[in-house]
């Protein structure tokens, strides 16, 4: 199953990249619904700064920020610093969780953010696929509108 969301920020790239690829920007994203953890000793990293190609752990996911209901065993497969990556991970619930983000400049200094999910669930959720796939599709719908309102707001400066 292949689900994508595309959406376009007020905010140059590198804004929107730092966002995107910080764990506090991730969980921003997911909120109020979810969070994810960092794997158990990956200390305070970000997307830009993991080994490509290498296993992280697991990556806990939460229901509400309270209850872990599933985990991502998060690889970042392929990175283009500043514009793109793709993970390739494995789920408790899914054989296969890829998630590739990229992000476009646009010419009045804005930038359209891509998101293609691919998902392939165990056997015994296979039977759930309609459902998980309106899920997680609307899971990206709101994580794009959480973005828009995150680039929306007023910068004030000091």
């Known amino acids: 199953m292949i689900i994508e969301r595309e959406s376009t920020v007020d905010a140059p790239m590198d804004r929107v990249w730092d966002r995107v690829v910080s ?18 000793g990956a200390g ?8 490509v190609g290498d296993p992280l752990g697991r990556a806990w996911l939460k229901l509400f920020g309270i209850l872990p ?27 296969r969780w890829e998630h590739e983000r990229t992000l476009t400049p646009c010419e009045d200094g ?11 669930l165990r056997t015994p959720m296979a039977v759930m696929a309609p459902l998980i796939g309106r899920v997680v599709h609307a899971l990206f719908g709101h994580r794009h509108r959480r973005l828009r309102r995150h680039f929306d707001r007023p910068i004030t400066s000091r």
């Not at 610093?81 to 899914?94: A, C, W, Y």
């Not at 804005?110 to 392939?120: A, C, H, P, Y």
């Open 23 to 40: 764990p506090d920007g991730i969980n921003d994203e997911l909120r109020p619904w979810l969070t994810m953890s960092l794997p158990r």
């Open 69 to 95: 209901f599933d985990y991502d065993a998060l690889t970042i497969a392929e990175l283009d610093r500043g514009r793109r990556f793709h993970e390739k991970s494995t789920m408790l619930s899914m054989r």
């Open 110 to 120: 804005r930038t359209r953010i891509s998101d293609r999910i691919t998902l392939e």
């Open 44 to 51: 305070s990293i970000t997307i830009d700064t993991v080994p």
